[in-house]
């Protein structure tokens, strides 16, 4: 069981309709682990994502996404996990959309999945990381109904 939670702290983001259910399916298609949790987003602008970026990773630039893990247990028993947060940045996901000729909702899947699996422990600093986090992108994407976000990078 996963739940998810929804802040909308740039209000462009409503132009997409349903954000916080498709933000909610996104996540629990790419939630693998059977323990209960909990992920919070926050779907931001440049601004916000680069403050992050600046504080946490010493990048003084925005992003399109960022993941924070928490592994913290908010009630104090191993009943839920709050696995962290996933932020992203609207204006950085609409100029790579237009860059990489996709939809914003499919880069916002694509992102919110790349998120998710990081809380989950999965990392690409290893090509042999990067390979099986990406399989595992590819596949969940084509669940929700989008292609291989990697398809234009293999030819």
């Given amino acids: 069981m996963i739940n998810v939670y929804v802040s909308i702290k740039d209000k462009r983001y409503y132009r997409l309709s349903g954000i916080t259910r498709f933000c909610k399916q996104v996540i629990q ?20 994502v680069q403050e992050l970026n600046s504080k946490y990773r010493n990048i003084n630039r925005p992003t399109n996404v960022l993941s924070f893990e928490s592994g913290f247990c908010p009630t ?10 996933i932020i992203t940045a609207y204006q950085v996901l609409v100029s790579e959309s ?3 000729n996709i939809t914003f909702d499919a880069h916002l899947a694509h992102l919110l999945t790349h ?3 990081h809380l989950q422990g999965y990392d690409h600093q290893t090509s042999e990381e990067a390979e099986k986090m990406e399989a ?20």
């Fill in 98 to 100: 237009k860059e990489q």
């Fill in 29 to 48: 298609n790419a939630w693998i682990s059977r323990e209960p949790a909990e992920v919070s987003i926050l779907l931001a602008d440049n601004k916000t």
């Fill in 115 to 117: 998120g998710a699996l």
């Fill in 136 to 155: 595992l992108e590819i596949k969940m994407l084509k669940q929700l109904g989008y292609e291989n976000p990697y398809k234009d990078m293999t030819e």
């Fill in 76 to 85: 104090g028993k191993k009943d839920i996990w709050a696995a962290g947060d």
